[in-house]
Each structure stands twice: as structure tokens, then as C-alpha cells.
Antibody, heavy 120, light 106 residues
Framework: QVQLQESGPGLVKPSETLSLTCTVS?????????WGWIRQPPGKGLEWIAN???????YYNPSLKSRVTISLDTSKNQLSLQLSSVTVADTAVYYC?????????????WGKGTTVTVSS | DIQMTQSPSTLSASVGDRVTITCRAS??????LAWYQQKPGKAPKLLIY???SLERGVPSRFSGSGSGTEFTLTISSLQPDDFATYYC????????FGQGTKVEIK
């Protein structure tokens, strides 16, 4: 059974870089699939951030691309997200999820999410 | 960018009702559409993919239809566990979600 667990600081200061990690269990991320990050501001809808393939190919939301880096650590079976120059608008629950075999796909397994607040 | 518009934003219904949610795409997305259910404080759960394929383990009262720009999610007989917010998501070009439809108790 594939499980995903997000982790990272719950509070980030404006203009700093948000860094999150997603640990995958029950499946080796080097075996396949795209893996991604999605966020949800309080009381609002879902926004896709980025996907990464097991070979390291990346796919970014154009509206966030200039500030986002997604990466894999296959030795730890983790994917990571960095979002630079954060503002209060980046306050959200951040989810990691499993996609498919193309960069655009539905997400069939999700982590529980981690809340990040941007505040001084 | 492909925009996804759901209607209605809120739907009041009773247990046993047949419920239909509509999702419209700003351009054709063939059948590259998924539906998710989300309950408060929880992650979204995949219900339907490729417009009409039921995800394993999802009750058969959920069904999806449509192609091109217009899609529907139907719950044939609403159950107490179905009160939640539902999102459509296109994956023809990048990934974008609808704004959500909250199904509440009438």
C-alpha cells in the first residue's frame, strides 16, 4: 500500500524559502510514476504546483515556475519542494501526491497534507 | 491556460437524492478529466478518471460522463458519507482544478 507523508516547517517568514519533504512508503519512486505537489489556501480550491518523474524530468505550473524547484532523493525515497520569495498568498495546506506515467495525469494517492503559514 | 468551471458552487440535497455536478472546460480536453471528493481537514480522494472510469473501491453510485468541454459527476442516491466538496481536474494540458462544489445537507 503506497503512502505519502509530508513534512516541513509550519511557519515561514515572508521573502524566505519554503522547503517541504514528502516521504513515500510502499513503493520505490525510482521505479516509475510522476510525483507532485498540490496546495490549497485556507477555504479555497486546489492548485497544482509541480510534478517530477522518476528519472528527474520536471513539469511546473507556469504561474509558479520562477519560484519553484521540485526534486527527488531516490536514496531516501523522498520528493522535495522549494518555493522561494514566499508571501502571505503562499499560506496553504501543501499535499504531495502520485500521478501517472505522463506529466499531466490525475493523482491517485495523496498525502494527508501539511499546513504552511507565511507570517512575520 | 485551460479554465475549469463547476456548477453549482453549493448544492443542498437530502439522503437518497440523485445529485448532478457539472464541470465545463474553457477548451476541449477530450476525456482527460478526473473527479475528486474532499472532506474537511482531509486530502482529496480520487473518484473518477478519464471522465467516466470509476477508481477501484469507489461505490458504484458515483458515475461520470462527458467529453470535450462539458462533464458531469452523478451520485445516483446520496448517502450520509457523500456530503463533501467535489472537484473536477483536467489533465489535457498542465493540471487545473475547478473551484469546487460543496454538497450540503438540505
Amino acid at each position: 500500500q503506497v503512502q505519502l507523508q509530508e513534512s516541513g516547517p509550519g511557519l515561514v517568514k515572508p521573502s524566505e524559502t519554503l522547503s517541504l519533504t514528502c516521504t513515500v512508503s510502499g513503493y520505490s519512486i525510482s521505479s516509475g510514476y510522476y510525483w507532485g505537489w498540490i496546495r490549497q489556501p485556507p477555504g479555497k480550491g486546489l492548485e497544482w504546483i509541480a510534478n517530477i518523474y522518476h528519472n528527474g524530468d520536471t513539469y511546473y505550473n507556469p504561474s509558479l515556475k520562477s519560484r519553484v524547484t521540485i526534486s527527488l532523493d531516490t536514496s531516501k525515497n523522498q520528493l522535495s519542494l522549494q518555493l522561494s520569495s514566499v508571501t502571505v498568498a503562499d499560506t496553504a495546506v501543501y499535499y504531495c501526491a502520485r500521478g501517472g506515467y505522463s506529466p499531466t495525469y490525475y493523482m491517485d494517492v495523496w498525502g494527508k497534507g501539511t499546513t504552511v503559514t507565511v507570517s512575520s | 491556460d485551460i479554465q475549469m468551471t463547476q456548477s453549482p458552487s453549493t448544492l443542498s440535497a437530502s439522503v437518497g437524492d440523485r445529485v448532478t455536478i457539472t464541470c465545463r472546460a474553457s477548451q476541449s480536453i477530450s476525456t482527460w478529466l478526473a473527479w475528486y471528493q474532499q472532506k474537511p481537514g482531509k486530502a482529496p480522494k480520487l473518484l473518477i478518471y478519464k471522465a467516466s472510469s470509476l477508481e477501484r473501491g469507489v461505490p458504484s453510485r458515483f458515475s461520470g460522463s462527458g467529453s470535450g468541454t462539458e462533464f458531469t459527476l452523478t451520485i445516483s442516491s446520496l448517502q450520509p458519507d457523500d456530503f463533501a466538496t467535489y472537484y473536477c481536474q483536467q489533465y489535457e494540458s498542465y493540471l487545473t482544478f475547478g473551484q469546487g462544489t460543496k454538497v450540503e445537507i438540505k
